[in-house]
C-alpha cells in the first residue's frame, strides 16, 4: 500500500517563462517611456500667444521647454527630465529669486495624477510583450520537431 504521507516532488521547469518575463521588462518599460514622453509633450504643444493662466500647463513659445522633456528607462526605472525653467514654471518655490509669474503646473501634477494608470498600462504592455515572446517560443518549438 503506498504511503500517504510521502512526499512526492514535481518539477516545475520555471526557468523558461523566468527568462521570458525578464526579456519582456525592457521593451515594455521602453514603450511606456515612450506614451508617457508624448503625453507630457503634448501638455506644452498649445501655441503662443495668448499666455497661459495660472494653474494651467505653460503655452509653447520656443519649444526648448517641450524638447527638453525626455522619459527613459535607467535599468527598471523610467526617469522624468526637464530643463530647469520648466520646473520652475511646475513650482516656482524651487526657483532661486522669487519669480514674476505664477504656477504653471504640468510635469509633477502629470505624473503624480497618472500614475496608477500608467502602472495598469505597463502591465497590459508587458502581458502582450511575454505572450508575443511564448508565441515565438513555441513557433520555434514547432519549428525544431518538424526538422528533427
Known amino acids: 500500500m503506498a504511503d500517504a504521507h510521502r ?6 521547469p520555471l526557468d523558461e ?4 518575463a525578464r526579456e ?3 521593451p515594455a518599460l521602453d514603450a511606456l517611456a515612450f506614451e508617457i514622453e508624448e503625453r507630457l ?10 499666455a497661459s493662466r495660472p494653474g494651467r500647463p505653460p503655452h509653447l513659445r520656443s519649444g526648448d521647454l517641450r524638447n527638453s ?14 530643463i530647469q525653467y520648466g ?5 516656482p518655490e524651487t526657483a532661486p529669486s522669487p519669480p ?5 503646473p504640468f510635469f509633477s501634477t502629470e505624473v503624480l495624477d497618472r500614475r496608477e ?12 510583450e511575454e505572450a508575443a515572446r511564448r508565441h515565438a517560443l513555441r513557433a520555434r518549438m514547432r519549428v525544431g520537431r518538424r526538422v528533427a
Open 100 to 104: 514674476p509669474y505664477d504656477a504653471r
Open 117 to 128: 494608470k500608467w502602472t495598469r498600462r505597463l502591465n497590459t504592455l508587458l502581458r502582450k
Open 87 to 91: 520646473m520652475w514654471l511646475d513650482n
Open 41 to 50: 509633450k503634448g501638455m506644452v504643444s498649445r501655441p503662443y500667444p495668448p
Open 69 to 82: 522633456i525626455t522619459v527613459r528607462r535607467e535599468g527598471r526605472r523610467l526617469m522624468a527630465r526637464v
Open 17 to 20: 517563462p523566468i527568462k521570458v
Open 7 to 12: 512526499i512526492r516532488r514535481i518539477a516545475l
Open 24 to 26: 519582456s521588462y525592457a
